[in-house]
């Protein structure tokens, strides 16, 4: 029978069946010799294969080739990943500039990690109403950059529900990951765009600025305007997962298209004469902080870079 996975637990996986029930499901003991080096072998957004047994629960036996996913390096095992979602439409990364503060470093690494999988991202800034004019002109100046870059995005509120129905068109019809830093306010934004949903929020940590965890699992949540939304829970660091350092270059595209006229077909974009890119970075083509975020993924060989918090 087979059946897509809407929600994990962690040892158990909720499948709806193409008839329309849902049955909590775990997944076959010898399921996870298949040479799956993740923490979760299953993901939300799987389609799966599944056995239903009598106690009226079922085994899921295998998983149907992903069209693409968002993976991360585990945060505690360095050579296992953490796959947030699979077969998706569009990611939204939800950002903010304070409360807490999102590193660019970590919105570069998101971006890379999309691109090198094939999932669209949009950006969405949120918490536009705590800004100051400082952090006004640094909205504006981040906007700018990423749109320039080829990213879409959007400035809301969802505190008071300011932009949130710009988003609902193109969430239409689609399946839509929805992920960022804890304390970003997904959970306030799903409460607005899903109030059934009804889901936990968290005030924000005053002695670190930092978001607490409100969502624990992922989970699918359907969407009366057609599609689907991917609750995930808060993540705090971006560790890239099986990318050789000569392929990170085209993950970010602006990069990418300098280095076509570097001089050496191997050039790392660090230190080799005759290179495009940085002197592409020294006429402020591309912004340094973009280019400290490919640095940061170059280094991810050493195996204690993932363990920092992007």
């Known amino acids: ?3 897509l996975v809407i929600k994990n637990t962690g040892s158990w996986y909720t499948v709806r069946t ?7 499901s775990k997944i076959k003991g010898n399921f996870r010799l298949k040479g799956i080096r993740s923490t979760n072998p299953v993901a939300v957004g799987d389609v799966v294969q599944i056995t239903v047994n009598q106690e009226g629960t079922a085994f899921i036996t295998d998983i149907e080739d992903r069209r693409n996913y968002i993976i991360r390096r585990s945060q505690n095992l360095s050579k296992q990943s953490h796959i947030l979602a699979a077969n998706v439409d569009q990611a939204f990364l939800v950002v903010t500039l304070r409360y807490p503060e999102t590193s660019t470093t970590f919105i570069d690494r998101f971006l890379a990690s999309a691109e090198a999988y094939d999932v669209p991202v949009v950006l969405v800034f949120n918490k536009t109403d705590l800004l100051n004019d400082d952090d006004r002109h640094l909205l504006e100046m981040m906007t ?3 749109e320039n870059i080829g990213y879409r995005y959007f400035a809301i509120s969802a505190a008071n529900n300011e932009g949130v129905d710009t988003l609902m068109p193109i969430m239409k019809d689609k399946i839509t990951l929805l992920s960022g830093n804890s304390g970003v306010g997904k959970s306030t934004l799903i409460n607005l765009i899903l109030p ?7 005030e924000i940590s005053d002695a670190h600025n930092t978001g607490m965890h409100t969502t624990t699992f992922s989970e699918m949540l359907q969407l009366p305007c057609g599609g689907y939304l991917i609750d995930t829970p808060g993540i705090k660091g971006f560790g890239s997962f099986d990318m050789e350092p000569e392929e990170i270059t085209s993950y970010f595209p602006e990069i990418f298209r300098f280095s076509k006229n570097c001089r050496f077909s191997n050039c790392t974009h660090t230190h080799e004469p005759g290179c495009a890119v940085l002197d592409a970075i020294e006429k402020h083509y591309i912004a340094q902080s973009r280019y400290q975020s490919y640095l940061s993924m170059l280094a991810d060989k050493d195996e204690n870079k993932y363990r920092e918090a992007y």
């Open 144 to 146: 700018t950059l990423y």
């Open 196 to 202: 059934e949903a009804n889901l936990r929020t968290a």
């Open 18 to 24: 193409d008839d329309g029930r849902t049955i909590e």
């Open 1 to 3: 029978m087979k059946g």
